[in-house]
């Protein structure tokens, strides 16, 4: 499938994974139902909603409470937040049909709307004080430092004592909103990428909760890739990600929080073992296999879905190489042939079957389409049917790794020529079948 060919698709199934017209209704009704109550002025959106990468089904939204002024010798929002408890308890109208629970934790009050015992939405409502100014202009705040799982699984929240300093993390969302919006309005690829990636994590994790990476960790990898490269289109994007994936998350501690420049936004990967790792590096490997055989009939949502089948150890492909496979001009002119060891009569007879026989040796070589500027890599690919050490995939650049290469193993084999300009994108392949004929 040609490059070009590839973005529209991406981006019809990016826009299909954005919270509905009812979600977001639901959320503008009570997200205005806070507001009447606690005040416009005193409420904040934050969290992947305002900043427009959440995906359906939509299940929480974090709301900011400003209390003031951040003072450090009175800060404790105790009674404020039994203020608050009792005020929602009584006062809150639901705008809703859901049944509705309230529960006071020791950072937040926390609202739950329900349908029999599933929770519809949660709504979190953390206490906050502002206290300095990000580069455009926004307040940043002081919050609970908090430990929490997504608002619709068990919360696991941290033993928080409001009267220590140390309970207290320096917090700039709205930074992370500007940064956002600045991003999305130059490439609107950006969120669309996003949402793609928040999927496949998700389908990641239901199919296996130890692998726990976070929404929000994928999405500022994601926003800095835009940030450097800013002409990066949709397949680029995804492309870029799930390569990188592996060295992403490798290694915790290498995205600093904005506000507070000795907190990770990644540390969590530590919690991550060697086993779990090369379970997503595996199902990034057949997301990255699917995208290069991708057809136009290929169901996108089918690549997402979590795939932890171990590639032949044996077999390498152009991904490895940072290297895509889609083209996007119709003038390939790259063929590629083999010449054969002068072979006896039974081996002609043979191979006019257009097999060829074990034993025979084969020399590869560009028969048309041969430039100097670009660089050639080759591919010799044993059938999967064969024994797993008799298998290969190796790719290698200048020639096949054997001159010549034998016809050893009985099967459908082939080789496969692959031109890569200097700036790395492959502009021209070829492939031609080897099939070896059993004695």
């Known amino acids: 499938m040609k490059r070009a ?38 409420c904040i959106q934050i969290g992947s909603y305002p900043r427009c990468t959440a995906i359906t089904p939509l299940h929480d939204l974090d709301v900011l409470y400003v209390l003031g002024r951040w003072d450090e010798k009175n800060h404790s929002p105790e009674s404020t937040l039994q203020q608050l408890y009792n005020n929602l308890l009584h006062n809150y109208s639901n705008p809703t049909n859901y049944d509705v629970s309230l529960s006071r934790q020791t950072h937040s009050v926390t609202i739950e709307f329900n349908e029999g015992n599933d929770i519809a939405l949660s709504v979190d409502i953390v206490p906050a004080y502002t206290f300095s100014s990000n580069q ?20 696991h929240r941290s033993q928080w004592d409001p009267y220590q300093d140390g309970a207290w993390i320096h917090s700039d969302p709205r930074g992370y909103i500007s940064v956002a919006t600045e991003v999305n309005s130059e490439n609107s690829d950006f969120r669309k990428a996003v949402k793609i990636v928040k999927v496949w994590k998700h389908h990641l994790k239901n199919a296996d909760e130890n692998l726990k990476l976070k929404s929000f960790h994928l999405e500022q990898v994601i926003t800095k890739m835009f940030q450097d490269d800013p002409l990066l289109d949709m397949f680029d994007a995804l492309f870029n990600f799930f390569v990188d994936l592996p060295s992403v998350i490798s290694t915790p501690n290498q995205i600093a929080d904005r506000a507070n420049s000795n907190k990770y936004i990644d540390d969590y990967l530590v919690d991550l073992t060697d086993s779990h790792k090369n379970k997503i590096i595996s199902a990034r490997d057949n997301v990255l296999i699917s995208l290069e055989n991708i057809k136009p009939t290929t169901d996108i949502s089918e690549i997402l879905e979590p795939n ?8 390498k492909f152009m991904f490895d190489h940072r290297v895509p496979l889609h083209i996007d001009h119709d003038n390939r002119q790259l063929a590629i042939h083999y010449d054969e060891a002068t072979p006896n009569r039974l081996e002609r007879r043979l191979a006019s079957r257009k097999h060829q026989p074990i034993g025979n040796k084969l020399y590869f070589k560009i028969i048309e389409g041969f430039d100097d500027a670009m660089t050639y890599f080759w591919k010799v690919k044993n059938s999967d049917s064969l024994d797993a050490d008799k298998r290969r995939g190796e790719i290698t650049k200048g020639g096949t790794k054997n001159h010549p290469e034998t016809t050893a193993w009985p099967g459908e084999h082939y080789v496969e020529c692959y031109a890569v300009n200097e700036e790395g994108v492959c502009t021209d392949f070829a492939r031609v079948e080897v099939p070896i004929a059993a004695q």
Not at 136 to 155: A, F, L, M
Not at 308 to 315: A, S, V
């Open 5 to 42: 060919e590839l973005n529209e698709p991406l981006r019809v199934y990016a826009r299909g994974l954005s919270p509905t017209a009812t979600e977001r209704d639901l959320i503008t009704k009570i997200y205005g139902s806070i507001n009447s109550l606690l005040g416009t002025a005193n």
């Open 136 to 155: 455009y202009g926004d307040p940043t705040y002081k919050v609970p430092e908090v430990i929490k799982q997504s608002n619709h699984e068990v919360r």
């Open 308 to 315: 932890f089948k171990q590639r032949n150890r044996d077999e």
